[in-house]
């Protein structure tokens, strides 16, 4: 790993996170995220950091339109687990990079099929980009998610009911975001925690003024300097 380390020029070698936890922590939405009737309904939870002891945050990546080979082989070499949310209009000309990553142990999951924004659509329209969305995931991965990022991270009642009714039981968004040159947070503090969810996209020199590998750099350096290891979303859901 030291060597993995230094290949991909990080400061340190990244910390291995602790096994996953064998009773799963209770997630509910998150104070000031919850739609009428949720809980009475069962809906799923919109939450930005998943309850936890352990010093372990979770890496999510968002879209789908940048399939850098050198990202895949990076975070394979440093065994860093993470969770991709795709959308179906920018990943259906090449989803054998998403099975390759896939193959890799990481996780899949749901963005709808054209990144709309959720509340300004009828609940058969949000029904629609959810549920077609988990036929294609289905059919190109192998597995219907349980799990949905609404698009911008915006989202009401319908966007819940309908995602319930498509077999969706969680719906995390975020609480940092990284880019190749910055972090972005959303409490004041400015600061990591434990069991945070970090968002960042599938994006390069198109977006970026770097790669999803000088992204990730950016990434791995602060959190092992802070102490944070990357753990997978799904262990702890």
């Not at 054209?114 to 190109?140: A, F, N, R, V």
């Not at 092992?224 to 262990?235: C, M, N, Q, S």
Request: include cysteine; aromatic fraction near 12%.
């Amino acid at each position: 790993m030291v060597a993995a380390a230094k290949r991909w020029g990080l400061d340190e070698v990244p910390i291995a996170p602790p096994a996953p936890p064998k009773v799963k922590p209770r997630i509910t939405a998150r104070a000031g995220f919850e739609v009428d009737h949720q809980e009475d309904w069962g809906l799923p939870p919109v939450f930005t950091t998943v309850p936890t002891k352990n010093k372990v945050v979770f890496l999510t990546i968002d879209d789908g339109s940048e399939k850098d080979p050198r990202f895949l082989q990076m975070m394979r070499d440093l065994k860093i687990p993470y969770t991709a949310f795709l959308s179906n209009y920018l990943v259906k000309d090449d989803y054998g990079y998403f099975r390759k990553a896939q193959s890799y142990g990481n996780t899949l999951n749901n963005h709808t099929l054209t990144h709309p924004y959720l509340p300004g659509l009828s609940y058969e329209e949000q029904k629609h980009e959810i549920c077609d969305m988990q036929d294609i995931m289905q059919k190109q991965f192998g597995r219907r998610p349980t799990v949905l990022r609404p698009p911008y991270g915006n989202y009401n009642q319908d966007t819940l009911v309908a995602a319930k009714s498509c077999g969706i039981k969680y719906a995390p968004i975020w609480n940092e975001e990284v880019y190749v040159d910055h972090w972005e947070f959303r409490e004041d503090d400015q600061q990591l925690r434990r069991g945070d969810i970090v968002l960042t996209h599938f994006r390069g020199r198109s977006d970026w003024d770097g790669t999803m590998v000088d992204d990730m750099r950016r990434f791995l350096n602060k959190v092992t300097r802070e102490g944070y290891a990357v753990a997978r979303l799904e262990d702890y859901l």
